[in-house]
């Protein structure tokens, strides 16, 4: 056989078991189905593949974002008109945990978490051990009564193991995620294949690479995933005329039962993927990072957020998301922790994100002042805290009260005169309102750059008294654990640094936003706080020096500031002030 007939034929028997592996996957005789059907029934070449404890797997998808800015380069709308009341739509700006020169882009599992990724990661990669764990802390008692019948007839449990892990605690889903990073990063494989900041962008040396970890999405990272991402956001729906990432699901309503598991579970990736993603739809509605809040970035915080729905959702949107409860009360009347039948997780990696040194941490602080002029005026917090907002003070509305006092004059007519009057009377009323807006913001900026300058000031201070202690333990001769303390004087001062850092990068953003609101309103509301604010009276000299010193220069003098707060610093740590 020549080369050519080999090589088709290795294909055809690759291809063919292939195929074979997806099959069992999908029989209809539960004990056909194979161990792969628990974590990768359905195998793609782009499947980014984690080891697992029992020779298991976790499949995740790269799901990248638009440019790479620390801060995001693109904002992207989440929430519905359409979906309930904490579901309102919010443009909010989009990144990763990782990026590389091209792009951002963040890790999200491929399927829901199994059973059998659960109970062979709580076994250490024993089944008996796993299950016995599993049973132990499951509010599902009949699965136990199904998976033990199997075993005792010696047939495969794989058709119980592949379907979503569900029915324990919250706590129990952290247990295992930590268990899972552990594990992780004492399996060589797993700890190689890791993803990781690349170390020549954060420019941090090999030995000390920002450390990575398992853990749930954040609900911008499901939704935004959920929607379709970047494919949904290029791709326009012909029958509305807009990309497919805004409708209410990314496929059309009549094609839900290809997508979506309803009405009773089903193992994981037995229906058609959703943009790379399975039964992000329906199985089981999964647990995000976040804690719910009423609407996504803020208002009233409360237990646990769910997003997706599950097999017994009737109405199901990219927008819906769930409170579910962290504790239930049992038939005696005792607090205990909820194991709900229709939750799970869906886990993703996440990394250390400011890790960096001086040039670094100098990148993320030029490209925030880029995305504070642009792209984080377009969300609702940049609107509400932009300069432009301060600048909507009278004057174009004294402007309109001038004319309708013109055209009054010009009018004979009583009741045009009085409709005349009341639209003046409104935009006085509104102009009194967005001049209150003004004064709130102003001052809220003033005070926050009053607490950010005296937490740098403090930090820095604090890293000066490190300095000293360490300088005395290199001197001292006779110190016992010298070489020890040192190190821990060295992270320590290492720590004090970094944070006077972020700290002072703030300060100087606060400046920066201050500087651009009209003088008579800085000062004024320089006045107000002198009244209200508690903190020493030296902070709000040297804000006040800094701010009025960048509003004449138009521009904010990095180095003056700094070697003052250097010397403010110096005085703290001596007790001066």
Known sequence: MNKLGIFLLLFLISNATFAQKIDACFSKKK?????????????????????????????????????????????????????????????????GSFFSKKNNYYYLGKYEVSLAQYVMTMGNGNLDEGLKYYYQHSGDKKIKQKIEKYRKRKKPVWFYLSQPLRSISWFEYQKFIRQYTLWCYKNTVCNNKMPRLSTSLIGRGKKSSALS?????????????????LKALSTINRDTNKAIYKDVLPFKEELISKYIVSEKIKRIGYLESSYDFYDIFGNVQEFTLNQFTTEIIQGKIGALTVRGGSYLTKDFRSSLRK?????????NNNLVEK?????????????????????YMKEISTQYNTYIKNLRAQ?????????????????????????????????????????????????????????????KVTLTLINDGLL??????????????????????????????????????????????????????????????????PLELIKNSLQETKKTNKLKKIYLTTLQAHLLNAIKNNGINVSLYKNEIYQLSKKLKSGEI
């Not at 782009?46 to 440019?67: A, Q, R, T």
């Not at 409170?323 to 038939?331: G, R, S």
């Open 452 to 517: 950010t300058l005296k937490i740098a000031i403090r930090e820095h201070a604090m890293e000066l008294r490190r300095q000293d202690k360490l300088n005395m333990v290199k001197k001292s001769k006779v110190m016992s654990r010298k070489t020890a303390l040192i190190e821990m004087l060295k992270v320590e001062l290492n720590n004090h640094h970094k944070r006077f850092t972020e700290y002072y990068a703030s300060y100087i953003n606060i400046l920066d936003e201050l500087k651009t609101y």
């Open 213 to 229: 970890f398992f853990r749930l999405p954040s609900e911008l990272e499901w939704e935004f995933a959920a929607r379709g991402g």
């Open 31 to 95: 004990f056909k189905i194979t161990k792969i059907c628990s974590f990768n029934p359905r195998p793609d070449k782009n499947d980014f593949i984690l080891p697992m404890p029992g020779d298991l797997k976790m499949v995740f998808k790269k799901v990248e974002v638009v440019g790479n800015n620390f801060w995001g380069e693109q904002s992207v709308e989440i929430g519905s008109i359409q979906g309930e009341i904490f579901e309102g739509v919010k443009k909010i700006p989009i990144t």
């Open 379 to 439: 969300t609702a917090v940049g609107i509400s805290n932009s300069s432009q907002f301060s600048k909507a003070t009278t004057g174009d509305l004294q402007s309109a009260i001038n004319l309708l006092d013109v055209i009054k004059v010009k009018t004979t007519d009583t009741k045009t005169k009085n409709e005349i009057e009341k639209i003046k009377q409104n935009i006085l009323a509104a102009s009194h309102k967005i001049d209150d807006g003004v004064k």
């Open 323 to 331: 409170e579910e409860e962290i504790y239930n009360i049992d038939i």
């Open 339 to 359: 194991r709900s039948n229709t939750s799970g997780i869906r886990l993703a990696i996440g990394t250390s994100t400011i890790l960096g040194n001086k040039k």
